[in-house]
Nanobody, 123 residues
Framework: VQLQASGGGLVQTGGSLTLSCVASGRRMTINSMGWHRQAPGKQRELVASITRDGIMTYADSVRGRFTISRDNAKNTVYLQMNSLNPGDTAVYYC??????????????????WGQGTQVTVSS
């Protein structure tokens, strides 16, 4: 499973950005998808996640400002980020829990990560 993230950039405080992440691969079923972020000198943290059925989870720091959504037909997850502030500056990584299937049909569960996209919020 390959995850390709896009949409990061530089924005002023109060601005908005939308991140996208597309999952691709063969013989796979994408289950949960989510976004994590890592600021310099800090641990990676969960920002938001969404199950295949649409159940969403948010970090307290972004609840009410960020919205996660997904398009199952396109294996794509989005993160709409509003009211950005300098504390949101980080590299954002998409991730997915997925099942891949061996040629004999045996399912293999795994967690996959995208390459990261930089979000910088200027004051």
């Amino acid at each position: 499973v390959q995850l390709q993230a896009s949409g990061g950039g530089l924005v002023q405080t109060g601005g908005s950005l939308t991140l996208s992440c597309v999952a691709s691969g063969r013989r796979m079923t994408i289950n949960s998808m989510g976004w994590h972020r890592q600021a310099p000198g800090k641990q990676r943290e969960l920002v938001a996640s969404i199950t295949r059925d649409g159940i969403m989870t948010y970090a307290d720091s972004v609840r009410g400002r960020f919205t996660i959504s997904r398009d199952n037909a396109k294996n794509t997850v989005y993160l709409q980020m509003n009211s950005l502030n300098p504390g949101d500056t980080a590299v954002y990584y998409c991730e997915s829990d997925a099942l891949t299937f061996e040629p004999d049909g045996t399912p293999v569960a795994g967690r996959y990560w995208g390459q990261g996209t930089q979000v910088t919020v200027s004051s």
